[in-house]
Every structure is written in C-alpha cells, then in structure tokens.
C-alpha cells in the first residue's frame, strides 16, 4: 500500500510540475535586471548569463552593517519569479535573499554555489554588497524539491546555521544527516508531497533541533498562490538561530505555532540544543560544562602530582 501510495504522489508530482513549469516560464519573462520594489530591490534577470534573482532591504545601500543572507530553492521546473511574495516578504525582514535558477536542486548543489557567489559579491568592490554580508549567519530555505536541496545542502555545508523545508520531499535518510535546526512546513491537503509520506518521516529522522507544522487546508502550491502564512514563520525561525533572537525562539518553544489556528499538528523537539541567550541555555550550557569538566580534570592531575612529589620529598 505504502509503495502504491508513493508511485500515486509521484504521479501528481509530475503533473504539478508540469503546471508549474508553463507557470514559470510565463512571468520568467516579465523580469528585468532591478526593481524597486518599494523597502525592498529585486535585482537580478534570467536572460543572458545571470543566475540569480536576489533580494536585499533597501536600507542595505546606505547601511554600514554587516547582513544576513537566505538561501532559495525552487520546486522541480519552477522559477524563482513563481516565489516572488515570499522571498520579497524574507527580504523586507532584514535578509539578503539569494535564489538559483536551478530547477533540479535535489542535491544542494545550487544552494552551496549560492553562498559562494554571494560571498564573492562581498569582496568585489562594485558590488552593491561589498563588505555587507555576514559570513556567520547563513540560511536556506525552499519548496518541494527545493526543500529536499536545502536539507541535504546543510548536511554537507557547515556555513548554513538553519533551513527551512516547505512541503519538502525529503528522504529520511537524507534527514537523518542533518543535525542544523530544521522548519518543516507542509499542508493537510498536499496531494502532491504527501505529508506522511515524505515531511513527517524527515522530521522524524532529524538528530538536531526541529519543528513541524502543517497549513490547515493547505495544498503543494499554497505558498506559492499566498506566501502570506509562511513569510512570518520562515523569518521567525531565522530570527531565532541567525539573530540569536529569544523573542523569536519563544515563538516555536512557547505557543506561537502552537496555538495558530491556521497551523495544525505542531511537533517540537530538541529546542533547547543550541544556546540562545545566555552561556547556561541549550547546547551552550554543555559547552560551558565540557569546559568546566576539563578544568577540574586538569586541576586534579596538578595536585596528584604535586601531592606526590611531596610524598617522595618526605621520605
């Protein structure tokens, strides 16, 4: 039954994608090379050699300051102009937000050569990003197979500090190498990527920390169609791990997503992994106490064996 059910959520994988794929060819054409879109630039073009759309706060141009930057991963056969409210939302929150124009990303290939075009950006004195990027707060993030790409994208690349998967399909074997905090989102009416099938089971096999949500009544393109209910939570959880930001963390640790209505079948686990706020919170209080336990061994070898000279002094 269950392979059945696999062959069937295939099946209406490829149709979606072909739907998908007429979709982003018709507004992949409307792009330009910038646009202002207000507190936010879009910037960049899929015709001639380009391979990015990237959007960045507005404020960055006249910013001294260093900026946090959001990996994008896009469905099978779609473009990153299908995704243009969400990633636009991301952007207008205070991230940079780089988007491939992979569309076979599965393996977080594109997603790694994202960051080291961005950090080349950082170091070329033309670019509008010179000297504004922070190497140390690195995200990705994605839809479908897009999803899949940055869960394996931070499994091999240690520069991404956390990702978010929309309705990600994700194997558990895949999952179970991640030890990066992980958001998974999916919809109670994906037919597409079956929940049961893919996101809950790469929920499951995650060692780090991770939380699961599912849009009450949402289907495979819901984020596409209205990124609204995912902009507020994919910057949230950002928030959390590359800003360090309780406030934010209290949204997933206390009753935020929980008590959401629009969001059903909240699952939580392993939050306290990493230290947000002081140096006795989450991952970095047994830091703190590896440290401490090695001191005390060190203090102990000392006096055995100042103790042990004096014995011999004695005789």
């Known amino acids: 039954m269950k392979k059945l059910l696999i062959r069937l959520s295939a099946l209406l994988m490829a149709v979606s994608i072909v739907f998908q794929a007429k979709a982003g060819q018709t507004e992949t054409k409307a792009l330009g090379g910038s646009v202002d879109m207000g507190n936010v630039i879009q910037m960049g073009t899929f015709e001639g050699t380009s391979h990015y759309i990237v959007f960045y706060p507005k404020a960055l141009e006249s910013s001294d300051q260093t900026w946090p930057v959001a990996v994008w991963a896009n469905g099978t056969m779609c473009a990153p102009a299908l995704y243009t409210s969400l990633l636009a939302g991301v952007a207008e929150q205070g991230y940079v937000v780089v988007a491939s124009s992979d569309v076979m990303s599965a393996d977080g290939k594109s997603q790694r050569e994202a960051i080291d075009w961005i950090f080349d950006q950082s170091m070329d004195e033309e670019s509008v990003f010179c000297g504004k990027i922070d190497p140390q707060r690195i995200g990705a993030f994605g839809h479908s197979q897009g999803g899949r790409s940055s869960v394996n994208a931070a499994a091999a690349d240690s520069r991404i500090s956390c990702i978010v998967s929309i309705a990600g399909s994700s194997y558990g074997s895949e999952a179970e190498k991640l030890s990066t905090p992980a958001l998974f989102l999916t919809g109670s009416k994906d037919l597409v990527v079956l929940s049961s099938l893919w996101v809950k089971p790469a929920y499951n096999k995650c060692k ?62 392993n939050l306290n992994a990493s230290g947000v706020g002081s140096v006795f919170s989450g991952g970095s209080f047994w830091k703190f106490a590896s440290i401490a336990e090695l001191v005390v061994i060190v203090l102990l ?14 005789v």
Do not use: C, E
């Open 208 to 269: 780090g920390p991770a939380v699961y949500a599912s849009l009450d009544g949402g289907i495979h393109t819901s984020v596409i169609l209205n990124a609204d209910p995912y902009i507020h939570y994919v910057t949230q959880w950002f928030n959390a791990w590359l800003n360090n930001d309780s406030d934010s963390m209290s949204v997933f640790k206390g009753n935020g997503l929980r008590q959401d209505k629009a969001w059903k079948d909240y699952q939580a686990k």
């Open 301 to 314: 070898v000392v006096l055995f064996r100042k103790g042990g000279k004096n014995d011999r002094m004695a």
